[in-house]
């Protein structure tokens, strides 16, 4: 179906961990929106796919979540969905702030599903996860991470890139499961406060209306 090299062997089983808001970070940058199905047909066609797991934060008080849709989608779809709701704090200069990091999941599903398969297909640029990485490889698990480094600053940590067994540029990648960017909803926030998930170069997305 494609000439893009994730890195897998034909006999390889194989589980992949979306980093939802650090993926909309760097299609966004990129310009496009990710067509799920494709993706998930995509992956289908690589080795044998155990599990897909896509994380997301989501700011509970909302009468209407905007990513709602998309996780209702996902996972009547052959996704698996990890959502937590988002923390509100106050910083230093009085603005109230949205938190919804899921670092800590995904790290705690990487490494228990890394004694049932052979390869880890990561899409994140998150730096936190280099240690992570080494870890699953230490257990002889190979592990590829799709971000980008196209994009204006690159989205994809140096040193998450280093210690991935193989990389794959989104931007590529986007000739296969891209489609053109639409009007569409940032990580879940409310009007007027802003929102971190703590991924590289992004510590504040603007809410949207």
Do not use: C
């Given at each position: ?19 939802g ?92 599903m ?6 880890i ?89």
């Amino acid at each position: 179906m494609s000439t893009i090299d994730l890195g897998f062997y034909p006999e390889d089983k194989f589980a992949v961990f979306i980093d939802g808001a650090n993926l909309y970070g760097a299609t966004k940058a990129l310009e496009f929106d990710v067509d799920y199905k494709r993706l998930l047909e995509f992956l289908k066609d690589q080795g044998t796919l155990i599990r897909a797991v896509y994380y997301t934060a989501i700011v509970e008080d909302q009468e209407y979540s905007p990513l709602r849709p998309l996780v209702d989608w996902l996972d009547y779809n052959g996704y698996t969905i990890i959502t937590k709701p988002t923390k509100e704090f106050t910083d230093a200069s009085g603005r109230r702030r949205i938190k919804g990091n899921m670092d800590i999941e995904i790290a705690v599903d990487v490494m228990e599903m890394a004694n049932h398969v052979d390869h880890i297909l990561l899409f994140s640029g998150d730096g936190d996860f280099r240690r992570l990485i080494e870890s699953v490889q230490r257990k002889g698990v190979r592990v590829s991470v799709v971000s980008t480094i196209k994009s204006q600053p690159p989205m994809l940590a140096d040193e998450l890139r280093r210690q991935a067994d193989t990389f794959v540029e989104l931007a590529e990648l986007a000739k296969i499961i891209g489609r053109p960017q639409r009007e569409r909803p940032a990580p879940d926030t409310s009007t007027n406060d802003s929102y971190d998930d703590d991924f590289e170069d992004e510590d504040d997305i603007e809410a949207v209306s």
